[in-house]
């Protein structure tokens, strides 16, 4: 069974800094997302890692402020989130088992965590 368990978020005020993290059991795999969703919006893709952190990804929004990375002894991720803004609020998730096509896709992927808030006050 595949268990994907996000935590790290919590509240911060602009320009803070916040990181999350996501521990799997039961996969091994070496492509993870980071998703997030915002209230009454869709869930959109933030960051994406895959051969060992060889090759990452990132949305526009977030380019230059994130960061993803994983451990290097087990199935964790991080997502490393500097100068936060407002518009970064939403529910953070994690995302592995990639069936093929864009990693910013969420039909893309098969197995999610249950999410981490993150909120960001102005």
């Known amino acids: 069974q595949v268990q994907l368990v996000e935590s790290g978020g919590g509240s911060v005020q602009a320009g803070g800094s916040l990181r999350v993290s996501c521990a799997a059991s039961?996969?091994?795999?070496?492509?993870w997302a980071w998703f997030r969703q915002a209230h009454g919006k869709e869930r959109e893709g933030v960051a994406a890692?895959?051969?060992?952190?060889?090759?990452?990804y990132y949305d526009d929004s977030v380019k230059g402020r994130f960061a993803i990375s994983r451990a290097k002894v087990n199935q964790t991720v991080f997502l490393q989130m500097n100068s936060l803004k407002p518009e970064d609020t939403a529910m953070y998730y994690c995302?592995?088992?990639?069936?093929?096509?864009?990693?910013?896709?969420?039909?893309?992927?098969?197995?999610w965590g249950q999410g981490t808030q993150v909120t960001v006050s102005s």
């Open positions: 995302a592995a088992g990639w069936t093929g096509g864009s990693w910013s896709e969420s039909r893309a992927w098969s197995y």
């Open positions: 039961g996969i091994s795999t070496t492509f």
């Open positions: 890692i895959r051969d060992g952190g060889e090759r990452t």
